[in-house]
């Protein structure tokens, strides 16, 4: 996207670098958007330049140590009490994982900010309405004596 930014510039010696008037910036269709930036992200994410931080492997190991912790307490026979820990454990990991990650919208422009934030918030609705549904289904199922899925 720099090398588009620069090409992009009408420059003169002496004179400030001014966005080319030539062709506004197209919206594209949603799922070609879609498909774009997955392309994006997985170039960005490989990219040489790009440099992992300590926090970001920390990170990855809880989300192995939660997947993990979530897998036992529903395997193995433990009292009630005990299975909710690795569920308490897994909320303050995605807490961890967002309050680490919150850090880089200081860098983006108030635009870029907000539609970071708007994407978070349509996150946290989409996994509230998720385990909502998980629960409605669990008590469905639990109420028809089926006892399973």
């Given at each position: ?26 919206r594209g269709s949603g ?11 997985n170039e960005a994410s490989?990219?040489e330049n790009v440099k ?98």
């Amino acid at each position: 996207m720099a090398t588009d930014d620069a090409s992009n510039l009408e420059s003169s010696p002496g004179a400030p670098a001014t966005p080319k008037a030539e062709e506004p910036i197209q919206r594209g269709s949603g799922m070609g958007n879609f498909f774009k930036a997955l392309k994006h992200i997985n170039e960005a994410s490989v990219a040489e330049n790009v440099k992992q931080r300590f926090s970001d492997y920390v990170t990855i190991a809880l989300v192995v140590l939660c997947i993990l912790s979530l897998v036992m307490a529903v395997s193995v026979p433990v009292p009630p009490g005990i299975k909710l820990l690795p569920l308490l454990f897994t909320v303050g990991a995605v807490v961890f994982y967002i309050i680490n990650r919150l850090g880089i919208m200081i860098s983006l422009t108030a635009r870029q900010a907000l539609i970071v934030w708007q994407i978070l918030v349509a996150g946290f609705w989409l996994g509230v309405t998720s385990a909502m549904l998980v629960m409605l289904a669990c008590f469905y199922f639990v109420s028809q004596g089926t006892g399973g899925l």
